[in-house]
């Protein structure tokens, strides 16, 4: 199908054509690649109907640079019109957590209600410690990113090719869990399987989405989360370090009606996996 500025937009559509419709927003880098398993699961306990699509720069996409959190909702508008779907919810893991809060609060006549997974909060929110417990290196790529954005673009561009080179690969990701890896679904080789087809898709054709991604993140929103009135709920890992738990914290205080949850067991890596059950029969219920 063709997307708002008529590059071709593919979605990745598992399950009955008549269930309700949950729109996947992946995390960062990502692709419309859904993981199989989870996708029967949805669809065989849950009668849910999973849709996803690459954002820009990824999957062959375009990049569009400067994008903001708020312009995914007219590609959502497009897949939704497309597909004859009225009403979907819409679910947000990591990086993809602003796009799923942007359909939330900009799109209520559609979405029924957003699942969303160790998210990150808008950057310079009053009260927020964006950084939360991440090391210095971590601090230093923000700040970076503020006082000289060509240096902190080359260091991403860095980062990302040796990122490539390790979990492009099940056997890299493997080896970056070290001693967690095989111990629990979420470590097992199956996932890693389809993380280093994700990171394929999405970084084979360079790092542009990833860094749009990023800028993104931290820069406006578009939108304001208070505006929010469609039911969100949040589940984040204290043990998280990619997405500090005070951005969960934060969206738990700000995001009208919200409900979260917070596990003292549970990482960046576990948080969706362990919870997604609960997540889709939530969902399924939502009109």
Avoid at 123 to 140: I, N, S
Avoid at 170 to 181: F, I, K, V
Avoid at 206 to 228: E, H, N, R
Wanted: glycine share 12%.
């Amino acid at each position: 199908m063709a997307g708002p500025d008529g590059d071709a937009l593919c979605v990745e559509d598992s399950g009955p054509s008549d269930g309700r419709a949950v729109l996947v927003h992946p995390g960062s880098p990502g692709s419309r690649r859904l993981f199989r398993p989870d996708a029967e699961l949805a669809a065989s306990r849950f009668g849910l109907r999973l849709l996803a699509f690459d954002r820009p720069g990824y999957g062959g996409r375009p990049a569009r640079p400067g994008r903001c959190a708020a312009d995914i909702v007219a590609e959502v508008r497009c897949v939704a019109d497309a597909l004859g779907i009225e009403r979907l919810g819409v679910w947000g893991f990591s990086g993809g957590g602003p796009y799923a809060l942007a359909c939330a609060a900009l799109l209520p006549e559609l979405v029924t209600g957003a699942a969303v997974f160790a998210s990150f909060a808008p950057y310079g929110a009053p009260g927020l410690d964006f950084c939360g417990e991440w090391p210095a290196e971590h601090r230093r790529e923000v700040e970076l990113f503020f006082t000289d954005r060509p240096a902190a673009r080359e260091h991403w561009r860095q980062d990302t090719e040796r990122f490539l080179a390790v979990c492009s690969e099940p056997e890299g990701w493997m080896r970056r869990w070290g001693d967690l890896a095989g111990t629990d679904v979420a470590h097992s080789v199956e996932v890693a399987a389809h993380l280093a087809a994700e990171v394929r898709d999405a970084l084979g054709g360079g790092d542009d989405g990833y860094w749009d991604d990023w800028v993104a993140t931290l820069t406006p929103w578009g939108f304001d989360v208070a505006d929010i009135k469609v039911p969100v709920r949040l589940w984040h890992g204290v043990r998280d370090r990619n997405v500090p738990v005070t951005n969960g914290h934060w969206l738990a205080a700000n995001v009208p009606g919200i409900v979260a949850a917070f596990s003292d067991d549970e990482d960046h890596s576990t948080v969706e996996d362990d919870n997604k059950a609960a997540a889709y029969a939530w969902l399924s219920r939502l009109a």
